[in-house]
């Protein structure tokens, strides 16, 4: 699915289950929280923190679908085609970044 479709779903999930969509303080308040979720568990599970025993089961991959669900949420009610954005974002990316990264020696 790409990011257009992505949006679509989104939109239609909460026309269809949810009552409206959070404004957009709230969401940036969950994007947050969500996020926060994600580096806990990067931090306890191959960073040095130790693991939690209740934090061991948590799924990376849900979290991270939490975050994804989130930023469409927002692109959403901001009228952002995050698909445009992003693929201008790749070609900017790739554009400045071709050979910058090639000769850091702190990624050998």
Same mark, same amino acid.
């Given at each position: 699915?790409?990011?257009?479709?992505?949006?679509?779903?989104?939109? +239609?999930w909460? %026309?269809?289950h949810?009552?409206?969509?959070?404004?957009?303080?709230?969401?940036?308040?969950? *994007?947050t929280e969500e996020? $926060?979720?994600?580096?806990?568990?990067?931090a306890?599970?191959? $960073?040095?923190?130790?693991e939690?025993?209740?934090d061991?089961?948590k799924?990376?991959g849900?979290e *991270?679908?939490?975050?994804?669900?989130?930023? *469409?949420?927002?692109? +959403?009610?901001? $009228?952002?085609?995050?698909?445009?954005?992003?693929? %201008?974002?790749m070609n *900017?990316?790739?554009?400045?970044?071709? +050979?910058?990264?090639? +000769?850091?020696p702190?990624?050998?």
């Amino acid at each position: 699915m790409d990011i257009k479709n992505a949006q679509q779903v989104v939109d +239609n999930w909460i %026309k269809e289950h949810g009552v409206r969509y959070f404004n957009e303080l709230t969401n940036m308040a969950q *994007l947050t929280e969500e996020v $926060g979720e994600v580096a806990r568990i990067i931090a306890r599970r191959y $960073g040095e923190q130790s693991e939690k025993e209740s934090d061991k089961e948590k799924d990376l991959g849900e979290e *991270l679908a939490d975050v994804v669900f989130v930023v *469409l949420c927002l692109a +959403n009610q901001t $009228g952002i085609d995050l698909q445009d954005a992003f693929d %201008k974002k790749m070609n *900017l990316k790739t554009k400045r970044d071709h +050979n910058r990264h090639h +000769n850091n020696p702190k990624l050998r």
